[in-house]
């Protein structure tokens, strides 16, 4: 099956820095990658996607990267806010299966 | 985004007792949900995959008579906590998507006393 592995597992920036989350996925049949944000007590909610026929895709100050080849994707967050501190979870799917597998997740601080 | 609802969302009973969750796609259909367990600063743990009108299939070390799921419709799913202990104790949170884009439901918190 899926394995996804998800880096780093806690990112600590100040306010205005950029922020970068990666994930590596080992099935080259999964063709779809969202990102989720999950603030404490709450729902993971859907921030950013991508599928496999895209290599980038932006979404004001966030941003997603796909290398299909290494079989990684990573997260771009910039100008960091206070309210961007979460926690973040990558997933992959596809290859016949809408089961997304997540990764660890990474817990993301932005300092005032 | 698509919109789902979970039901209750936080729930106190003895140890002993059953407890019923309930998932709900508001605004699509779905044939298929997910019932996720989350334990406190950890990741999303796939217990199971609930298909409208047939079995839920379940993942490895779940005890499916545990934890018994229902999907009577397109747009509702249950999952019931049978005979329930302290050590399931957690956060229960389904999804489902009009096609292979997840949303989430707020979750459920049980507390087994």
Request: aromatic letters at 10%; charged letters at 20%; hydrophobic letters at 30%.
């Amino acid at each position: 099956g899926e394995n996804v592995e998800q880096h780093p597992s806690t990112l600590s920036v100040q306010e205005g820095d950029s922020a970068v989350i990666k994930c590596t996925y080992s099935d080259s049949a999964s063709n779809y990658f969202p990102w989720y944000k999950q603030e404490l007590g709450k729902r993971p909610q859907l921030i950013i996607d991508i599928r496999s026929n895209v290599g980038e895709k932006k979404d004001q100050r966030i941003a997603v990267t796909l290398n299909k080849t290494a079989k990684h994707f990573s997260l771009h967050i910039t100008e960091t806010q206070p309210e961007d501190s979460a926690v973040y979870f990558c997933a992959a799917s596809g290859g016949g299966s809408y089961i997304p597998t997540f990764g660890r997740g990474t817990s993301l601080i932005v300092h005032p | 985004g698509a919109v789902v609802s979970q039901h209750p969302s936080r729930v106190i009973c003895k140890s002993g007792t059953s407890v019923k969750i309930e998932c709900r796609s508001l605004d699509f259909q779905a044939t298929t949900m997910f019932w996720y367990r989350q334990f406190p600063k950890q990741s999303l743990m796939l217990m199971a995959t609930s298909n409208e009108g047939s079995k839920a299939t379940y993942e490895q070390g779940v005890e499916k008579d545990k934890f018994l799921i229902n999907h009577a419709s397109l747009t509702l799913s249950t999952l019931t906590v049978t005979s329930a202990h302290p050590e399931d104790s957690s956060f229960y949170i389904c999804s489902a998507g009009p096609t292979d884009t997840q949303y989430f439901g707020p979750g459920t918190r049980l507390t087994v006393l």
